[in-house]
């Protein structure tokens, strides 16, 4: 899903229990670039919000030759720069040194609260702590 950084939030008829609070990690990300950026004027950043391989697809090869097509189309929509929020250490790595993106912003999860709580603070952190933010200039 490509949006508009200054786009409000995507709606969603049926969220899926939980998806909630991915999208408020996400969103308080973005918001900081916006700020740190002091973006105002839409259409010079677009946000790769969600990149999704259904599950009869998966260790295919395909996702990161998907990836790069969403590059192109940001490119052909005529943005300037592209952001996008990385849960995972896969995808965080391929997008540095694939595809360029620059780490801006990053919270650990164990810090992120959700309606006052650290909701993720018992989980083990395991090989990827955080998720980040990054930016690629198109």
């Known amino acids: 899903i490509l949006q508009d950084a200054l786009e409000d939030e995507l709606v969603f008829d049926k969220l899926h229990k939980g998806l909630d609070v991915i999208f408020s990690l996400l969103g308080g990300l973005q918001q900081q670039y916006i700020e740190a950026a002091n973006l ?34 940001a490119k052909k929509l005529g943005f300037k ?12 790595n391929a997008a540095k040194k694939r595809f360029q993106f620059k780490p801006l912003f990053e919270i650990r999860y164990k810090d992120f609260e959700y309606k006052g709580e650290k909701i993720f603070e018992k989980f083990p952190e395991g090989s990827n702590p955080t998720c980040i933010l990054m930016e690629r200039v198109l």
């Open 40 to 73: 105002t004027e839409k259409g010079r950043v677009i946000v790769s919000f969600t990149t999704g391989i259904h599950k009869d697809y998966e260790g295919k090869n395909i996702s990161l030759p998907l990836f790069s097509s969403v590059i192109e189309q």
């Open 81 to 92: 720069k592209m952001i996008t929020e990385l849960t995972g250490i896969y995808s965080q």
